[in-house]
């Protein structure tokens, strides 16, 4: 069997550019990292409905994110707005595609090796499909993580402990930050096609390095057992394209 996952402070947007703040109220979280360490706190809006979208013509992966299809967007930021991303995924017959727009005002190109990525400035998303119990990782979950380095970036499966050869990646320095667009064959991630309205779990997080190694994690969803503990990231359904 193959499966699927990702998580979210949402900007819970319908559209290709809707990142910045959102007007809803705000909660602090109580399962971040940085909260833990007495560091100034991961806040989140209320979340919503996340549906993973079926569908939406190949988009080019050049860092250009005009071309998406119009998708819910999830954010998650940090109480000082030093450090945030909003995030987007979709998926079609063959691929799963997902973008990343980080704000991150010391950015540090991150060189860690295979297996060790996570270590310094990145993104991780998380997708599961299989329907039995979420307390444990199994076949159908997927943990990938893409490193912040414009000239070599490193996509790490962390589910097959394996890197992903047929992996699109463009990783792209932008103002206040950097950005990230990739696509992934289905078949590679271990998932089948998705049908409309099929359970799947989704996470994401940011992870953080003002020097050398990672300073603080930023999880959407869960916390920072998500990466062992499917149960954490967020339940959605896959659904055709509005």
Request: charged share 20%; glycine share 8%.
């Amino acid at each position: 069997m193959k499966h699927w996952l990702v998580r979210w402070t949402s900007v819970a947007m319908f559209g290709v550019a809707a990142a910045c703040a959102s007007t809803q109220q705000a909660e602090p979280s109580t399962a971040d990292a940085d909260a833990a360490a007495g560091k100034l706190p991961v806040t989140r809006p209320k979340q919503q409905p996340f549906p993973v979208i079926i569908g939406g013509a190949p988009v080019r992966i050049d860092g250009d994110l005009s071309d998406w299809p119009a998708v819910p967007v999830g954010r998650v930021a940090k109480a000082d707005g030093t450090h945030a991303c909003n995030f987007r995924v979709f998926v079609d017959a063959t691929r799963l595609y997902a973008a990343f727009e980080v704000t991150d005002v010391t950015p540090v190109v991150n060189t860690a090796g295979p297996g060790r990525n996570w270590q310094g400035d990145a993104v991780e998303l998380f997708v599961g499909t299989h329907p039995e119990r979420r307390d444990e990782l199994k076949e159908g979950d997927v943990q990938l993580v893409i490193s912040y380095n414009p000239q070599a970036p490193l996509v790490w499966n962390y589910f097959s402990h394996k890197p992903m050869p047929g992996a699109a990646v463009v990783v792209k320095d932008a103002p206040g930050g950097w950005r990230v667009e990739a696509s992934f064959a289905l078949a590679e991630l271990g998932l089948e096609p998705p049908a409309p309205g099929a359970p799947v779990w989704i996470d994401f997080a940011l992870d953080n390095a003002d020097t050398i190694g990672r300073a603080s994690q930023h999880p959407w969803h869960g916390n920072p057992d998500l990466y062992k503990t499917p149960k954490l990231w967020k339940r959605s359904s896959f659904a055709p394209q509005p």
